[in-house]
C-alpha cells in the first residue's frame, strides 16, 4: 500500500488554543507569489519532491505529469471551493509525507488576515502526526472552523479562520513559514503549491521548514481538498471598474430617456 494512503476516520481531540502571529509593525502582504524558483537537492536518503508528486498525482498521468518547477503555482491564500455559498463548508488536509529532521517537533497550521500583524492561526497537525494523518476542517460558517482529526495528532478545536481567504503554514524550530512568501524571512518561498490537474479544487502543498536550509521542500508534503484561489486584487479592482462604469451607464441611460 503506498504511504501516502489517507485515514478516514476522524474524531476529536483536545483543543489547542489559536494564536496570533505579530511581526514587528503591519504591512497589507500580497497574497501572490512569484514563480517558478529553482528547488534543492534533495539528500540521497530521502525522495526529491519530484518523485513525491509522482506518486501523489500517479492517479492523473505518468511520472512528470506535474513537474515540481514547471508546474509551480503562485498562489499563496485560498478560500473555500464552495463559496460564495452560505455553508457549512468542510474540507480534508492530508499529510503525504515528512522528511524533516524536526519532524517530531513540527506542525501544519492554517492561518487567515490581511495584515502581518493580525493573523489568526490554528494548529492542523501537531508533531505527532505522520504520513497517512488526516483531519477533517468545518466551517459552520464563514469565520468559524472547527477542526476534528485523530486525538493526538492535531489541534482539534474550534477558531475564529474566514473561509473566504485563508492560507497555509509549517511551524518549526525557526518560527512559521508560511505559503505567503511577503510573510517569510526575507520574503523568501518557503512553500510550493501544486493544483491537481484532474481536480482544480485540490493542491498540494510543500514546505521548507529551516530558515537556512537546503530548500529541498520535502520537509513537510500536504495534500488539501475543496480550496480554490482566491480573486486576484487586480481581478477584483476591474470588477468594481466595470460595475461602476455599468451604473453609471445605466443612470445617463435614464436621464436621457427623461430628456427625450
Known sequence: MSRFSKAVGFAVAMGVVATVSAPAFAVPFDPLNDRPIAIG?????????????????SYA???????????????????????????PFTTAPAMLVE??????????????????????SATIFTGAASS?????????????????????????????????????????????MYTVDDLNPGGRAYALAYEDPTAPTTFVLA???????????????VRVESIKPIPEPGTLLLMGAGLLGLALWDRRRGKSRGNA
Do not use: K
Open 99 to 120: 522528511y524533516a529532521g524536526n519532524a517530531a517537533s513540527n506542525t501544519f497550521g492554517i492561518f487567515s488576515g490581511t495584515d502581518s500583524d493580525a493573523l489568526t
Open 41 to 57: 537537492v534533495a539528500p540521497s536518503s530521502e525522495a526529491t519532491l519530484q518523485s513525491i508528486l509522482d506518486d501523489a498525482f
Open 207 to 221: 514546505f521548507e521548514d529551516l530558515a537556512h536550509g537546503d530548500f529541498d521542500y520535502n520537509d513537510m508534503v
Open 61 to 87: 498521468g505518468p511520472a512528470g505529469t506535474v513537474d515540481a518547477i514547471s508546474d509551480q503555482n503562485p498562489t499563496g491564500m485560498w478560500q473555500h471551493a464552495a463559496l460564495p455559498g452560505t455553508g
Open 132 to 176: 497517512g494523518s488526516a483531519a477533517l476542517l468545518y466551517w459552520t460558517d464563514q469565520h468559524t472552523l472547527n477542526i476534528l482529526c485523530s486525538p493526538g495528532v492535531c489541534g482539534a478545536g474550534t477558531y475564529n479562520i474566514d473561509a473566504g481567504r485563508f492560507g497555509f503554514f509549517l511551524g518549526g524550530v525557526d518560527g512559521n
